[in-house]
C-alpha cells in the first residue's frame, strides 16, 4: 500500500486516494468510475459529491489534489473544452501526480492535451464501463499506490512517430507469473465505422495471428477459423473454451479522421490484465497499415512472450485494403471446400486480391493451395499436370516476394508429395514452413499427410494431434483425425472421430465420407452405403465420393449400382478430368483386378493425387499381392508392403 493508507472504506475519512477529473456532461460515467474503485476500497474524490457545504470550489478541488495518490481522467470532446479540466491536468501534472486517462471517445486530442497526456497511462472506455475496464481501472490504481512500480510505464515511440500509451500488468504480480505459452487472438471490435471496414479488425486481429505464430516461443497461436468463431463471445469463456493461457483483444474506433486502437490481453486463468496498450493512427493510414499495427502491438506485447521478437515481414504488407479483405474472403470460402463452388469462389477472390496488390505473397500462396488442392485427392476436378503446374508457378512467386511465406513453403512441400513425389523435399519445405511458423495449422496438416504416406504413422498422429490443438474448430482439421487413423487402419478410431466432427455439424460432407469409408472397411456395408450418399449429396456430388460409393456398392455386393456409377464417372470424363485411381477403385470391387492395374498404370501417367497414399488405401488389399501392383509402388517411389487384407473378397464375375 502507499504510504498513509492508500485504501479506505468507500465514504469514510481521511485523504482520498483518486481524484477523479471529468466535464460535467460526462457525469455518469465519472460517478460509475467512483462506485467502481470504492467496491475496492480505492477512496476518490469527486465534484460535487465531496465539496463540503460552503467551501469554496476552487479551494476544495485544490486540497483534494494535493492529498490525492492518482490522478483519474474522463476524455472526452466535452472534458477537452472544459477550461476546469485543463486547469485540474496542470495541478496534477505540478504535483507530479500519476495520471490515468479514461478515453470516452476517439476525437483527435487537441495539441495543449497530448502536450499535457503524452505520459499518462490510457485506458479505452469503449462503449461504456464494464467489468474488464473496471477491473484494468483498478489494477492501474493499485500499481500506482506501490512504491516498488511507481514509475513503470512508459511511452513507445514508433518509427511513424504516432504515440502507442501502453499500460501492463503489475510488477508486483508478473514475479509470479510464467510467460505467457498460448494464446487465442480475437477479431477486433470496429465501432464508429461504415459497413465496408468491416474487414479490417479481422485483418488486424489476422496480422497478429501470423506474428505470434512465429515466435518460437509460443507452444500454441489459435487459428483464425477457430479463434474468430468467439468473435461475439466474452474473451475470457473464449479462451477457456480454446484452451489457451491468455487472450488478446482489441476495439478500433473510428471518428471523424481519427483512428483509436486499443488492445488487452488477459489470463485466462484468474481474469487479471498482463499488458495493454492504445495506439492513435490517421484515418487516412488505419485502412493500409493493419499489418504495421500488429507489428506494433506484437513488439510491445513481446516482453509478456517468451522467444525472441518476431522479424518485420515486408513480404505481408499490403498497399491496398481490398486486397486484403479479398486475401481473407478467399481463406474463408477455401476452407469450406469441398463445397460444389467453395474453391472457384476463393481462387476468384484470390486473383482479385492480386491485382488490388500483386507483390502481396499470401494472396499468391492462397492461389497456390487452391489449385493444389482442386488436383490432389480431395477434390480432384483438375487434371493434375494442369493444375499442379498453376499451383507451382504461384508458389515461386509467392516465395520470390517473401522467402519465409511459411503459407508458400507449406504449398511447395504439398506439390511434392502430391505431384512430383519428392518425398524428402516434401518434407523439407514442411519443416522450413515450421521453423517459419511453428503454429501455422495448415502446415502441420499437410506434413501429417505425408508421414502417414511414408509409414511413419505415430508421427503421423502427433501432427494430426497438433493440428486440433491449434485449430479446434475447424471443420476439415477435425475430420482429418478421422483420415489419419482410416489411413493407419484404425477404423473403430476413424468411425469415433468422424462422429465427433459430425457432432460439431451434422450436415459436413467429409464426416459423412470417412464414417462410411471406416464402416465399409469393417463389413458394414448397409450403414456404410448410408453415409456415402450423404456424402455424395452434401458435397454437391463430388466425383470423389461418387467413386467411393461406387466401390461401396461392389464391395455390398450391389453390382447393378457399382457399374452405374462406373457409366456416370465414364459420361464426366467426357467434359472434366476424372481420376483413372478411382475408377480403379470400383473394378477393384468388382473383383476386376486386371482392368484395375491398367487403370492405375493409367493413374500413375497422370499423376494421380491419391497415389502417394498407395500403401495405406485398404481398397486397394485385393491387388495388392500382384506383381503389377508391387511395380506401381516402385514408379511412385514408395516401398512395397505385405499387408492382410481387413476382409475378405469373393469374384463377383
Known sequence: MAEGGGEDSAGGGGAPTVFISYASQDAAVANALVQALELHRLRCWIAPRDVIAGSLYAEAIVRALNEAKVFVL?????????????????????????????????????????????????????????????????????????????????????????????????????????????????????????????????????????????????????????????????????????????????????????????????????????????????????AHSQADLADEICTALSPKLPGKQPQVRRGRRVANFDAYRLYLQGRYAWSKRPAAGAVDEAIGLFEKAIEHDSGFALAHAGLADCYNTLSAWESGSIAPRVGFEKARLSTLCALQLDKRCAEAHTSLAYSHLHYSWEWESAEHEFKQALTISPNYANAHHWYSHLLAAVGRLDESLAESRKLIELDPLDLVNNVHLSWHHYMAREFPAAISEAQRTLAMERRFQWGHFFVGLALDAVGEHRDALKYLRASLDLSGQSTVMLAALGHAYGTAHEYDAARKVLTQLGELSQTRYISSYEIALIHISLDEHDRALDLLDVAVEERSGWLPYLLNDVRLDPVRSNAKFASLTARVGLRPVSVDPVHPQTSHR
Request: net charge neutral; proline share 6%.
Open 74 to 286: 474522463v476524455l472526452s470532446v466535452h472534458a477537452e473544452a472544459s477550461p476546469h479540466v485543463r486547469k485540474e491536468i496542470e495541478r496534477a501534472i505540478a504535483k507530479r501526480r500519476p495520471i490515468i486517462t479514461l478515453r470516452a471517445d476517439a476525437e483527435p486530442l487537441p495539441p495543449a492535451f497530448e502536450y499535457y497526456l503524452s505520459e499518462s497511462q490510457w485506458i479505452d472506455l469503449g462503449s461504456g464501463l464494464t467489468d474488464a475496464t473496471a477491473a484494468t481501472l483498478v489494477d492501474a490504481v493499485r500499481r500506482h499506490l506501490d512504491p516498488a512500480v511507481a514509475g513503470a510505464l512508459a511511452v513507445n515511440q514508433g518509427a511513424s512517430g504516432h504515440h502507442t500509451q501502453p499500460w501492463v500488468g503489475s510488477k508486483k504480480n508478473a514475479g509470479k507469473r510464467a510467460p505467457v505459452d498460448s494464446i487465442a487472438v480475437l477479431p477486433f471490435a470496429l465501432t464508429g465505422a461504415p459497413a465496408s471496414m468491416t474487414f479490417l479488425g479481422e485483418g488486424i486481429a489476422e496480422c497478429l495471428i501470423h506474428s505470434l505464430s512465429e515466435l518460437p516461443g509460443i507452444r500454441k497461436v489459435i487459428a483464425r477459423n477457430s479463434a474468430f468463431k468467439y468473435a461475439e463471445s466474452d474473451p475470457l469463456e473464449a479462451g477457456r473454451m480454446l484452451d489457451v493461457r491468455a487472450v488478446l483483444t482489441g476495439r478500433l474506433r473510428i471518428s471523424r479522421q481519427a483512428a483509436c486502437l486499443t488492445a488487452e490481453l488477459v489470463d485466462t486463468a484468474d481474469s487479471a490484465h498482463l499488458w495493454g496498450a492504445v495506439i492513435d493512427r490517421p484515418l487516412k493510414e488505419i
